[in-house]
């Protein structure tokens, strides 16, 4: 039987000897690299945690002490160490998820995968332990260096920082990377720490010199390491970066090294206020082939060969992100006021292309959402025009700014959201399935929802020809597929892609969703109910032409990949409400509840968005409806049909 198979939760490490703590995590390190080459996961952030959780549960007991991970991606250890070592469905349906995850243990605390809240939430949580009478609990954020990028870290270490009774300890995990390199201010201040060659020099040849001698030795070193630490500190200046936070400061740690970890760590333990534990870590740790990925170290992966590292799932087909990659440096090939923003996600989102080409016209802005929206507002006043491109999700952290700041002041913004719709195996804070709600309420704003690569080059080009409103080109997750053709194309752009013998059903498919639409047709047809199928293109505001094909059919069906509440199909009915048109409507898209990890099929079919599913249901509507084929003109209003 391995170490690792003995370990059921925290305390089982407490009798482990520092010779079995050495073996344990190498065998961590081997467990990680076989289960997630199955099933694809994050590898590289978790293999670079391994000495530093283990530390963590040694020094602190969870969950009388709260740990809370940011972001969650680097918490596949502390599941191993909590009694989840079963990794075999691993982000599937039914297995463990990517993240913390509240109905798996009670040692997981926050579930979100979105950056920088950690402390936010550590200062919650000492400030409840303290009016609840439970002071003597530790909490600990474990928060990697990407995240200072976000501003929310510093607004909660201004916070912490007001009342030095807490037992607070925010553990820096400072590997030089969030998803790709760290970028800004904060990333080069320690990046000067990291490679500091005084701090390199001294602590190797101090910790050389002492393992020459032995163990009576290597106990002295850890015993002198705290104050050696210190000198550094004030040597690399980290002192005066929190010191006027009124924030103990201890590091720089070797985040490798088990004794240094749990050494710092339980000084800070009994510290009995707020502390920084700075401990410099490597992404991909022990494993070879992510060491030699300059790109992302393994950051995440889908099945490879565990010995090489190699893909083993490749396609030939082009997914959605290279396409706009291509397109946008083709965009910026004819005009020079077109830039590029992301945040910390250069290469997720596709702007490394153009910024290889155009170096100066990308800017990462670091994790943090908000101020790459507001500083894009900025640029449209001075004559460019930004292509900001996220995550679907993440666009809800910078709402407030692309309401006040883009629209309000009529910006040429374009946002263009990358992993719209139902991502899959990241889980609930990764699906993008809100943005459709959320944005159409900005005055003035347009959003568009290609269904295939073609659209998508033609959306994205229309969207960076305006200037007076912010755009929207929003795209899913993978492979596009092949091209949709339209039969016909109306003055406003809608396209028509099917048109049935009979006029019965509108079907309205947003995006992606066009595949589904025209299968759903077919299978209508089988019944003899005749659908028309349409790609509005641009979604919001709805075509005017939309309003002129619902007014002749019998029902209108819209299909979305967001929630239904306040989606694309809200808006349409409205619309036709607002026109005195009285067909009937049915909005199918995803429930407003928040989805737990499983593929994007699985997802669908819950959700009753397959072809079978919907036709059925539709068939229902129409043949069992008193509505004449023959609109009507002067009758009352058909009700509003509505899929619960």
């Known amino acids: 039987m391995s170490l690792l198979e003995t370990i059921h939760g925290p305390r089982d490490l407490d009798s482990l000897s520092d010779e079995q703590m050495l073996i344990l995590a190498a065998e961590i390190r081997r467990f990680l690299v076989t289960e ?357 999700t993440f666009i809800n952290r910078a709402f407030d700014q692309v309401l006040m700041d883009v629209a309000l002041h009529r910006a040429g913004v374009t946002f263009v959201l990358d992993r719209s719709g139902v991502t899959g195996p990241d889980g609930p804070s990764h699906h993008g399935i809100w943005d459709l709600s959320i944005l159409q309420v900005v005055p003035g704003i347009r959003i568009a929802a290609p269904r295939d690569g073609t659209r998508l080059r033609e959306e994205l080009r229309e969207a960076v020809a305006v200037d007076d409103a912010p755009t929207v080109v929003r795209f899913p997750k993978g492979p596009v597929g092949a091209d949709i053709p339209a039969i016909e194309r109306l003055d406003d752009g809608v396209e028509i892609l099917h048109c049935g013998d009979r006029r019965d059903v509108l079907l309205l498919a947003v995006g992606p969703m066009a595949s589904l639409g025209l299968q759903v047709a077919e299978r209508l047809a089988d019944q003899g109910i005749g659908a028309t199928v349409v790609d509005p293109r641009w979604v919001v505001p709805v075509p005017k032409s939309i309003i002129g094909l619902a007014a002749d059919h019998r029902l209108v069906v819209t299909i979305e990949d967001g929630v239904r509440v306040g989606g694309i199909g809200t808006r349409v009915r409205q619309d036709l409400r607002a026109a005195e048109v009285d067909t009937a409507v049915t909005e199918l898209g995803l429930p407003d509840e928040f989805i737990d990890h499983a593929s994007r099929s699985e997802i669908f079919e819950a959700a009753g968005l397959t072809p079978q599913a919907i036709a059925r249901d539709v068939t229902a509507m129409v043949l069992g409806s008193k509505i004449p084929f023959a609109r009507r003109e002067a009758e009352p209003a058909a009700p509003h049909a509505s899929r619960d």
Not at 178 to 207: C, E, K, W
Not at 226 to 254: C, M, Q, V
């Open 36 to 392: 997630v080459s199955k099933t694809g996961g994050h590898l590289g952030p978790n293999l670079g945690v391994v000495e530093l959780t283990l530390a963590l549960h040694r020094t602190f007991d969870s969950p009388h002490d709260a740990i809370v991970f940011d972001t969650g991606h680097q918490s596949y250890v502390h599941k191993l160490l909590t009694g989840r070592q079963d990794f075999s469905q691993l982000r599937l349906r039914g297995g463990l998820a990517g993240y913390p995850q509240r109905s798996e243990s009670e040692h997981d605390i926050v579930e979100s995968s979105h950056a920088s809240s950690s402390l936010s939430w550590a200062d919650g949580i000492s400030r409840a332990f303290t009016l609840t009478g439970h002071g003597d609990r530790h909490v600990v954020a474990v928060v990697g260096d990407g995240a200072l990028t976000g501003g929310m870290t510093w607004e909660a270490l201004n916070n912490i920082s007001d009342d030095n009774t807490r037992r607070l300890i925010i553990v820096v995990n400072d590997n030089g990377r969030s998803y790709a390199p760290t970028i800004g201010g904060m990333a080069r201040f320690l990046n000067s720490v990291r490679t500091a060659q005084t701090y390199r020099d001294m602590h190797l040849s101090s910790r050389a010199a002492f393992d020459h001698l032995g163990s009576p030795a290597r106990a002295f070193y850890r015993g002198v390491r705290g104050g050696l630490h210190g000198f550094l500190s004030r040597f690399t200046n980290n002192e005066a970066l929190y010191s006027n936070l009124d924030i103990k400061y201890i590091g720089p740690i070797d985040g490798h090294d088990q004794a240094a970890m749990e050494e710092a760590l339980l000084q800070a333990k009994n510290y009995g206020a707020p502390v920084i534990v700075h401990a410099i870590t490597q992404k991909g740790r022990g494993y070879q082939p992510a060491l030699q990925d300059v790109a992302d170290q393994f950051h995440a992966v889908g099945h490879i060969d565990p010995e090489t590292g190699e893909a083993l799932e490749t396609s030939s087909a082009p997914d959605w992100t290279s396409v706009f990659a291509d397109e946008v440096v083709a965009i910026a090939d004819r005009d020079r006021r077109v830039v590029g923003i992301t945040a910390a996600m250069l290469r997720p989102v596709g702007l490394h292309r153009m910024a290889e080409k155009y170096p100066k016209r990308v800017l990462d802005v670091g994790i943090a959402e908000q101020h790459a929206v507001a500083s894009a507002a900025g640029l449209a006043f001075g004559g460019m025009h930004p292509v900001v491109a996220l995550y679907a």
